[in-house]
């Protein structure tokens, strides 16, 4: 046999075709990159869809008004005062309207602002701070021990008790005023001024001897308003008789009422020359030796 000849039982190998593998290979990347392309978009739109209802505005709850039942309000009266325990709470998270009274045996805590469209009748009210009320009746007593600070213009009609201070930085329009006793620096009055009885007081100013004579004695009592000056002559007495001098001198020059007690002072010749707000001097023209000359003076502005 010759040697190029191959064996009967051996058959030839078929031929690949490289075109067909070439537009396989292809196909499979292609589907590959579009189903990369499909699960990336699923994803963005699922993102974006997220993002879309994260930035919506939550739904307002719709206001409903629920209406308890008969048996939910028989239910309620069985349970009465037994309604949950001392450690429990009552949240509620709808607004509660009240139709008829609500009745509140225990203490009452409000977190926010109380506002109250009709009359609130209260039988003792205790303010620790501050509060500001445009328009407060009280039927009863007004009892306020702190300082009480009002604006605008006070009108009382009836009794107020003030335990404390009471500054009015305003007008105070009272009826009928009762006080034990009124401290004022200085006071205006603009109409008639009616007073039962008009007592002065303070300490009492120094009185000297000027031309009373040998032997004679000048003593003074009252205060800066009022109050009597007496006179002891002695031998030879001259015109100038008295120096008063006030404690707390005047702003301006005085006005001096004098006033004879003994008919020899009455007969004396006597008058008074002020000496500005300071004080003022007694005079007399014939003033008699040896006799007490008695004067009472009332001192004005």
């Known amino acids: 046999m010759p040697p ?3 064996p009967d039982n051996q058959s030839p190998k078929p031929r690949k075709n490289k075109s067909w593998d070439t537009l396989k290979t292809r196909a499979n990347a292609g589907a590959s990159i579009a189903a990369l392309f499909i699960f990336l978009a699923g994803c963005g739109a699922a993102i974006g869809y997220y993002y ?8 307002q709850p719709q206001s409903t008004i629920q209406t308890l039942s008969s048996q939910d309000i028989e239910r309620l009266n069985e349970i009465g005062a ?29 977190g926010g602002r109380l506002n109250a469209n009709g009359p609130v009748t209260l039988s003792q009210l205790n303010i620790t701070g501050n509060t500001a009320a445009s328009g407060l009746n009280v039927g009863s007593n007004l009892n306020v021990t702190g300082n009480t600070t009002f604006g605008g213009t006070l009108t009382v009609n ?11 930085s305003g007008n105070a329009s009272v009826g009928a005023l ?9 006071i205006t009055i603009s109409g008639p001024l009616t007073i039962s009885h ?24 009252g205060n800066d308003t009022t109050g009597q000056v007496d006179v002891n002559t002695g031998s030879g007495p001259g015109s100038a008789l008295a120096q008063v001098t006030f404690r707390a001198a005047y702003s301006g020059t005085v006005h001096v009422q004098l ?20 004080g003022f001097q007694v005079h007399a023209v014939n003033p008699p030796p040896g006799k007490t000359l008695q004067f009472d003076y009332l001192v004005m502005q």
């Open 52 to 59: 879309a209802q994260s930035k919506k505005s939550p739904a």
């Open 178 to 186: 009762s006080a034990t006793s009124i401290a004022v620096r200085s």
């Open 198 to 221: 008009l007592v002065s007081q303070g300490t009492v100013p120094s009185a000297a001897a000027l031309s009373v004579g040998g032997g004679g004695t000048v003593s003074i009592s």
């Open 259 to 278: 006033t004879p007690l003994t008919a020899d002072a009455a007969t004396s010749g006597y008058y008074v020359i002020p000496n500005g707000g300071s």
């Open 4 to 6: 190029s000849q191959a």
């Open 82 to 110: 037994n309604l949950g325990s001392a450690g429990q709470k009552l949240n509620v998270g709808a607004d509660a309207l009240f139709r008829g009274k609500a009745d509140v045996t225990g203490d009452l805590t409000v």
């Open 158 to 168: 009836k009794l107020t008790t003030v335990n404390s201070n009471l500054n009015v």
